[in-house]
């Protein structure tokens, strides 16, 4: 009796304690990236596809996705910020299929190869072509303050240089600032298996307060979250983002949000923003503070510049601001 007594409590316990959690599902490993065009180009030949492609009446970027597949976004005029008519875009998905990609939808097909993009219905041939910002490596004015120019990181806190020379991100500045132009350069590695807010994620935090957003978006919507975008404040005009793995720019015009003496804000903040040297925000008011930002609240003081961590080896030059 008693041994029955005992096997009975027992299976009780056991019906009533708490069921052990199964185990966590193993973390899907991190998509490559690749850092310089020669590793990606000897590594992964879907970057030496990958670009903008153009003619005298279209523009085109081809969108590495990996493992051979690839997006064609077409443009009627030209690029963006260069002859296209703000007119529908076109997307279709492609497949490498020997040593050429083919697209087709239910209209028209295109052939990518050899650096030149064919249209079938068209005949029109597009060539891949590379565009620099016109204020990439611009000279800082006399007055300007140099915070960045690859000799050392002293302006920053914990600022660190990587191999090549370059910011790395996951810092800010120990100066705070309000009313200011900004220019600075940034280089996206490239990721083709990463997707939306994972493909070279960072950000250029104005006061530690609005972000502007620095992403790997080359031929995506444009929307707010992408690059060239005010987080939770405006998108950007257009979507001035080029292919990964080249020297980019930001021109940024900044005039703080006023307050009166109680504190209350009378005017919201300011900003013009130039991307690749394309006005994308021309004296945009902000309506508030990036949640993400180290100030989350709009008050009367000065902030430092913050280039934001993402977990992506996003990496910055020529960081140089004129106090107005």
């Not at 052939?111 to 219905?121: A, E, M, Q, W």
């Not at 990439?136 to 140099?146: F, Q, S, W, Y």
């Not at 957003?213 to 919507?221: A, E, R, Y």
């Not at 939770?232 to 020297?247: D, G």
């Amino acid at each position: 009796m008693r041994l029955l007594a005992l096997l009975l409590a027992t299976s009780l316990f056991a019906a009533d304690a708490p069921k052990a959690k199964a185990p966590a599902a193993p973390k899907a490993p991190e998509p490559p990236v690749y850092l310089t065009e020669a590793e990606a180009a000897v590594v992964n030949s879907d970057y030496k596809l990958q670009g903008e492609y153009a003619n005298a009446k279209m523009g085109a970027n081809i969108i590495a996705l990996g493992q051979d597949e690839f997006r064609l976004v077409l443009f009627k005029g030209g690029l963006p910020g260069a002859g296209w008519d703000g007119t529908p875009k076109i997307e279709v998905e492609g497949k490498r299929e020997g040593t050429s990609v083919l697209f087709k939808d239910n209209i028209n097909s295109a052939t990518l190869g050899d650096g030149v993009l064919t249209i079938k219905s068209t005949g029109f041939d597009l060539k891949r072509i590379i565009r620099h910002s016109p204020t990439e490596g611009l000279v800082a004015p006399k007055d300007a303050t140099i915070l960045f120019d690859g000799k050392n990181a002293d302006a920053f806190v914990d600022g660190k240089i990587d191999p090549r020379g370059f910011l790395e991100a996951n810092t800010k500045t120990k100066q705070p600032f309000t009313d200011f132009k900004l220019h600075l350069e940034f280089f996206l590695p490239f990721k083709p298996l990463g997707r939306g807010q994972g493909r070279a994620n960072s950000g250029v935090y104005l006061q530690h307060r609005y972000e502007v957003q620095v992403l790997d978006s080359f031929g995506l919507k444009g929307l707010d979250n992408e690059c060239g975008g005010i987080y939770k404040n405006s998108a950007p005009s257009v979507n001035m983002c080029f292919p990964p793995l080249q020297w980019q720019t930001y021109d940024i015009e900044f005039t703080a949000a006023k307050f009166d003496q109680d504190g209350k804000k009378t005017a919201n903040a300011v900003v013009t923003v130039r991307h690749n040297g394309v006005t994308v925000h021309d004296s945009l008011e902000l309506k508030g503070a990036t949640p993400g930002g180290g100030f989350k609240t709009e008050v009367p003081a000065p902030g430092p510049f913050y280039l934001q961590g993402h977990g992506n080896p996003v990496v910055y030059r020529n960081v140089w601001v004129v106090v107005k």
